[in-house]
């Protein structure tokens, strides 16, 4: 997986060198998981870490010219950073059925990047939310019952690009195991109690 990802950043004109960006990520976290029966997985998984650390500078250096707007950016790159980093604990200890929860939380914060990269009005409604009750009143306008994923699909189909979150099975089938899992079910606790 090191070399892959190496491969792909020389492919892509950069030359990282011997490790991949997210190698020390490891160590931040203290856990050595080059033994793990998915090892490769958390190389990835760390890499996207340290990309998301990337991200975070570039937008708070936007700050001063592109304001509130660099900022907003910069804390759902924060948001995601640390629900990965979030995710990744959790399943190294064991608990995924815990961090599906917070894959649900990923998952809806991708599309919100997204949305609210595109839909100016989104971005000021989403800055507007400063309060619980503002809070709760965005998530139901734009993001429950796939409000953000549906008015996506139709935006991107409008405008004939291509939006890679519209490849149905795949996102079907983790809504399927992620989503039902991230509620109180028989099939979680069943899950859970198992292992």
């Known amino acids: 997986a090191a070399k892959n990802i ?16 997210g190698a ?20 990835f998984v760390d890499e996207y870490l340290a990309l998301l650390r990337y991200a975070t500078y570039y937008f708070l250096s936007a700050v001063p010219q592109s304001g509130q707007r660099a900022m907003v950016f910069n804390r759902l790159a924060v948001r ?5 980093a979030a ?13 599906r929860v917070q894959l649900r939380l990923l998952h809806e914060l991708s599309l919100l990047w997204v949305r609210v990269r595109i839909d100016p009005q989104a971005l000021e409604d989403f800055q ?39 490849f149905d099975k795949a996102i079907e089938e983790l809504k399927l195991k992620v989503y039902i899992t991230a509620h109180p ?7 859970d109690s198992r292992e």
């Open 6 to 21: 190496c491969l792909h950043w020389k492919d892509a004109g950069f030359e990282i060198g011997e490790a991949p960006l």
């Open 87 to 99: 995710i990744r604990a959790l399943c190294a200890l064991g608990l995924d059925g815990n961090a």
């Open 185 to 191: 079910s028989f099939l979680q606790a069943y899950l």
């Open 128 to 166: 507007a939310a400063n309060s619980p009750e503002t809070s709760n009143a965005f998530w139901h306008r734009y993001i429950s019952k796939g409000k953000n994923e549906k008015w996506l699909e139709r935006e991107f189909a409008n405008k004939n690009h291509v939006w890679l979150g519209a």
């Open 24 to 43: 020390s990520v490891n160590q931040e976290f203290g856990q050595d998981l080059s033994a793990a029966p998915v090892a490769a997985l958390y190389v």
């Open 80 to 84: 995601q950073l640390r629900t990965v």
